[in-house]
């Protein structure tokens, strides 16, 4: 049984830093993609940044050079890294697997339809 369990949101105020863990198991598979993504209320889910097995990373427009995305070498937790944060950043946080085997291509990587595996999620809000 897949799980992912995110823990490290708080809250913060805008420009500061806060990083976050997404612990993975009973995930074995060789071609993947796994990320972070972020749903605010009344917004849809969107993509953040993600990891695939290849490793290219990929960022949203708003957030890239502030956000890192990484994964430890055991392959079994994946970090974002979240610097000078702003107050459109809160959100719950989600990390996300992709389906088994699937190593997910150009825009799909962002996209949360194609991520078959989800965790709880991490509340981060930052205040202005």
């Known amino acids: 049984q897949v799980q992912l369990v995110e823990s490290g949101g708080g809250s913060v105020q805008a420009g500061g830093s806060l990083r976050l863990s997404c612990v993975v198991s009973?995930?074995?598979?060789?071609?993947?993609?796994m990320g972070w993504f972020r749903q605010a209320p009344g917004k849809e889910r969107e993509g953040v940044a993600t990891?695939?097995?290849?490793?290219?990373?990929s960022y949203a427009d708003s957030v890239k050079g502030r956000f890192a995305i990484s994964q430890d070498s055991a392959k079994i937790a994946l970090y974002l890294q979240m610097n000078s944060l702003k107050p459109e950043d809160a959100a719950m946080y989600y990390c996300?697997?992709?389906?088994?085997?699937?190593?997910?291509?150009?825009?799909?990587?962002?996209?949360?339809?194609?991520?078959?595996?989800w965790g709880q999620g991490t509340q981060v809000t930052v205040s202005s």
């Open positions: 996300a697997a992709s389906r088994g085997g699937t190593l997910l291509l150009g825009l799909a990587r962002m996209r949360a339809q194609y991520f078959a595996y």
């Open positions: 009973g995930y074995t598979y060789s071609n993947y993609c």
């Open positions: 990891i695939c097995t290849d490793r290219i990373t």
